[in-house]
């Protein structure tokens, strides 16, 4: 019984020139790990933003401290307190609070304090803002549950307790934010899918490159009887591992760098915890909580791409491989 034919009977584990593709494979595959995990943090956020947009309001009670039963309007208010109307000691304000806290689906109503309105308008009203406090609405934020009840039943009940009160949702800026994190997650995945082109095209000048320095080895066994599938088979065996090591260096590049993002991010993170630990002298809590400010899907992604890099280069250098030797007689 003849001894089995070696695995690589052409020759191709002794091409020099391959030997720079899994450098250039790793490039590529760096941009195609930062563009996809880019593409995933923004559906993260886009997905928070929406859930915390969409369970608070806000409530703006104009002439706050008039009595409860009072319109908004200031001769009306002056004529009716002149006839004794209106609940005693409840202000507009309060008779708005407590509507609101009485709505099931309302976790929390408070009313925000007239020095925090003053401080977050100082920088638009500057001195002014003293001055101009008399005439501010008052301000309450509501806090959704589980489930938030219907805008049209809290402006019904807000409408009733005080008349001229507003209650704003954020669904328009909520719709901005997810049709530009839409826009920057298309980009992503361009981006990504671009990169991975760049891949198979470094994998098709490597493979020609090894053709024309074998054309006479493949013409010879061919004519000996191999076929187109078991030479492509060869070719796809050699450059899907030089491609599944280019995946490696492009998972051991891309994951310092999405670390050092991930701490760049963490102040604006919503978790006061892994905002502590980020801050903290200790290398390896700031590596962990780096970490665990990335989406978990990310490192699925990044597990996933050296295997998939190996089978771009696997498939693409099959099929360059068997383009060439249809060519052959």
Same mark, same amino acid.
């Given at each position: 019984?003849?001894?089995?034919?070696?695995?690589?009977?052409?020759?191709?584990?002794?091409?020099? !020139?391959?030997? &720079?593709?899994?450098?250039?494979?790793?490039?590529?595959?760096?941009?195609?790990?930062?563009?996809?995990?880019? #593409?995933?943090?923004?559906?993260?956020?886009?997905?928070?933003?929406?859930?915390?947009? @969409?369970?608070?309001?806000?409530?703006?009670?104009?002439?706050?401290? #008039?009595?409860?039963?009072?319109?908004?309007?200031? !001769?009306?208010?002056?004529?009716?307190?002149?006839?004794?109307?209106?609940?005693? %000691?409840? @202000?507009?304000?309060?008779?708005?609070?407590?509507?609101?806290?009485?709505?099931?689906?309302?976790?929390?109503?408070? +009313?925000?304090?007239?020095?925090?309105?003053?401080?977050?308008?100082?920088?638009?009203?500057?001195?002014?803002?003293?001055? &101009?406090?008399? /005439?501010? +609405?008052?301000?309450?934020?509501? @806090?959704?549950?589980?489930?938030?009840?219907?805008?049209? !039943?809290?402006?019904?009940?807000?409408?009733?307790?005080?008349? /001229?009160?507003?209650?704003?949702?954020? %669904?328009? *800026?909520?719709?901005?934010?997810?049709?530009?994190?839409? =826009? &920057?997650?298309?980009?992503?995945?361009?981006?990504?899918?671009?990169?991975?082109?760049?891949?198979?095209?470094?994998?098709?000048?490597?493979?020609?490159? =090894?053709?024309?320095?074998?054309?006479?080895?493949?013409?010879?066994?061919? %004519?000996?009887?191999? =076929?187109?599938? *078991?030479?492509?088979?060869?070719?796809?065996?050699?450059?899907?591992?030089?491609?599944?090591?280019?995946?490696?260096?492009?998972?051991?590049?891309?994951?310092?760098?999405?670390?050092?993002?991930?701490?760049?991010?963490?102040?604006?993170? $919503? !978790?006061?915890?892994?905002?502590?630990?980020? %801050?903290?002298?200790? =290398?390896?809590?700031?590596?962990?909580?780096?970490?665990?400010?990335?989406?978990? $899907?990310? *490192?699925?992604?990044?597990?996933?791409?050296?295997?998939?890099?190996?089978?771009? $280069?696997?498939?693409?250098?099959?099929?360059?491989?068997?383009?060439? &030797?249809?060519?052959?007689?």
């Amino acid at each position: 019984m003849p001894p089995p034919p070696p695995r690589d009977v052409l020759g191709l584990a002794r091409d020099h !020139e391959a030997r &720079l593709l899994p450098w250039l494979v790793a490039f590529a595959g760096l941009l195609a790990a930062l563009a996809l995990a880019g #593409a995933i943090a923004v559906d993260a956020f886009a997905t928070r933003w929406e859930r915390g947009a @969409t369970a608070h309001l806000t409530v703006q009670v104009p002439e706050p401290d #008039a009595p409860a039963a009072a319109p908004a309007t200031g !001769e009306a208010r002056v004529g009716q307190r002149q006839a004794g109307q209106g609940q005693e %000691g409840q @202000t507009r304000l309060a008779a708005v609070l407590a509507a609101l806290r009485g709505i099931p689906g309302v976790a929390l109503a408070e +009313p925000i304090p007239r020095a925090r309105l003053l401080a977050l308008l100082e920088p638009w009203l500057g001195g002014e803002g003293s001055t &101009l406090a008399q /005439g501010l +609405p008052g301000v309450i934020e509501v @806090t959704a549950g589980r489930t938030m009840p219907a805008i049209a !039943e809290l402006r019904a009940a807000v409408e009733a307790a005080a008349p /001229g009160a507003v209650v704003e949702g954020h %669904g328009v *800026w909520v719709r901005r934010l997810l049709d530009l994190a839409a =826009s &920057l997650r298309a980009i992503a995945l361009l981006a990504a899918a671009a990169a991975l082109l760049v891949c198979a095209g470094l994998v098709v000048f490597a493979v020609r490159a =090894s053709i024309a320095a074998h054309r006479e080895d493949l013409a010879i066994v061919h %004519g000996l009887g191999a =076929s187109d599938g *078991w030479l492509a088979r060869r070719f796809a065996r050699r450059f899907g591992v030089l491609g599944l090591w280019g995946g490696v260096l492009a998972l051991a590049l891309a994951v310092p760098a999405l670390l050092a993002l991930a701490l760049l991010a963490a102040p604006f993170a $919503s !978790e006061p915890a892994s905002v502590a630990a980020a %801050g903290s002298a200790d =290398s390896l809590a700031r590596l962990r909580a780096a970490a665990l400010l990335l989406p978990p $899907s990310i *490192w699925a992604v990044l597990a996933l791409l050296p295997a998939a890099i190996g089978l771009v $280069s696997a498939v693409t250098a099959s099929i360059t491989a068997r383009l060439w &030797l249809r060519r052959l007689p």
